[in-house]
Nanobody, 123 residues
Framework: QARLVESGGGLVQAGGSLRLSCTTS????????MGWFRQAPGKNREFVAFITWGGGDAYYSDSAKGRFTIARDNARNTGYLQMNRLKPEDTAVYYC????????????????WGQGTQVTVSS
């Protein structure tokens, strides 16, 4: 089973940008759809974006659409989430996850998860 490790989180001012990375090992990364989810304090984990295994299709939550971009480099076994125009409400722990299927907004279909990276957006 693939092991996923997120990086790139941190503290940023509102309106700023961050790029999260998700590096995988121990699995066939290019056969997995990749998703990003986030969990804010006191809230349930929610879907942010996913990208299909070949990178040809991507899907975003309404809150991410137009500000975030998901991408992947299968040669490097790495996925990315570029986050622009960040808002305080984007503050959360961000998780990447792998789905052996086509990708989904539903977290229960993802079989591999990283430990998360903290993103804090100050106002």
């Amino acid at each position: 089973q693939a092991r996923l490790v997120e990086s790139g989180g941190g503290l940023v001012q509102a309106g700023g940008s961050l790029r999260l990375s998700c590096t995988t090992s121990g699995g066939t990364f290019d056969k997995y759809a990749m998703g990003w989810f986030r969990q804010a304090p006191g809230k349930n984990r929610e879907f942010v974006a996913f990208i299909t295994w070949g990178g040809g299709d991507a899907y975003y939550s309404d809150s991410a659409k137009g500000r975030f971009t998901i991408a992947r480099d299968n040669a490097r076994n790495t996925g990315y989430l570029q986050m622009n125009r960040l808002k305080p409400e984007d503050t959360a722990v961000y998780y990447c996850a792998g789905d052996p299927g086509a990708g989904s907004t539903r977290e229960e279909v993802y079989t591999s998860w990283g430990q998360g990276t903290q993103v804090t957006v100050s106002s």
